[in-house]
């Protein structure tokens, strides 16, 4: 903070003014975790990003996880930040739990990456809740471990699989795609297999839809912008310097979500065919 203001001003502070500042960061931090929020969502983005900290006298990778909503009328907001080692079901409802405690009724469909017990805390918090899985991780897993020379022609065989018209189409293309691939690489088809119901959700939706719900990629944005702040801080020395630091980072990204989904008066339209039952409740 003392070079950042000696940056712009030309000017350092004290110490003392910089404990201040950071007090009153943490503060507002904290207001904001606890806000109130909506009480539907439309969609409901979850993924995490992981920053090194000091943990008992030990560096330790920790996640931090951040969950960003879109509201009936289109717009995007975080709606707060969590910390921790460890994912479960036990864990993942609390987390739903916290935001079912500041309002949240109902959401109408979570976009999620294959977190240890995301699935079954939705189901447990938001029973009406659809879930998809990222597409964009799913194929990230699928390639991992896949030898640079095959890569290319692999991605164009998954390809076929999420790009298929309707999800009948999208199985016969896994088939496909585990004849050609299952001698060497037999995980990724029953991996496919394995989250098959929550990957082919969005199939059943019109392309607009389809295009918010398919990957998580809103929230891998905002977890750049986290990484590009925290870069020069390669350990956090608390729990409590991470939370600064990453809430500055969402205060700063969040200035620029102040227009709607441009697509959202079609999108809604549609929402209504699909979850107007739901919708009606709310008015």
């Not at 207001?31 to 539907?40: A, H, K, N, Y």
């Not at 992981?50 to 709606?79: P, S, W």
């Not at 500041?102 to 990456?113: A, E, K, M, P, S």
Request: aromatic residues 12%.
């Amino acid at each position: 903070i003392q070079t950042h203001i000696k940056d712009l001003y030309g000017y350092e502070i004290s110490p003392e003014t910089v404990i201040s500042i950071t007090d009153k960061v943490l503060d507002r931090a904290q207001e904001w975790q606890g806000r109130p929020l909506e009480s539907v969502y439309a969609l409901i983005y979850m993924d995490a990003v992981f920053l090194k900290m000091r943990l008992e006298g030990h560096v330790r990778n920790v996640a931090l996880y951040t969950i960003i909503g879109i509201n009936l009328d289109g717009q995007k907001e975080c709606l707060g930040l969590w910390i921790s080692e460890t994912e479960s079901a036990k864990y993942w409802v609390s987390v739903l739990n916290e935001l079912k405690n500041r309002g949240v009724q109902d959401v109408l469909i979570f976009t999620v990456d294959n977190l240890k017990g995301i699935s079954e805390a939705i189901e447990a918090v938001f029973p009406r809740a659809e879930i998809q899985k990222c597409i964009v991780h799913q194929i990230r897993n699928s390639l991992r471990y896949v030898s640079w020379k095959e890569r290319k022609a692999m991605a164009k065989d998954l390809r076929a699989i999420y790009e298929a018209a309707t999800e009948q189409e999208g199985a016969t293309a896994l088939e496909k795609f585990a004849e050609k691939w299952d001698k060497r690489y037999p995980h990724i088809s029953a991996s496919w297999r394995t989250n098959w119901d929550e990957i082919v959700t969005f199939f059943k939706y019109p392309p607009e839809i389809r295009s918010l719900v398919y990957t998580t990629n809103p929230i891998e944005s905002l977890n750049r912008q986290i990484k590009k702040t925290a870069k020069n801080k390669a350990i956090f020395p608390n729990e409590q310097a991470l939370v600064k630091q990453v809430y500055l980072a969402i205060e700063d990204a969040s200035k620029k979500w102040i227009f709607r989904h441009r697509e959202w008066a079609v999108i809604y339209s549609q929402l209504m065919i699909y979850f107007g039952e739901r919708l009606g409740e709310r008015a």
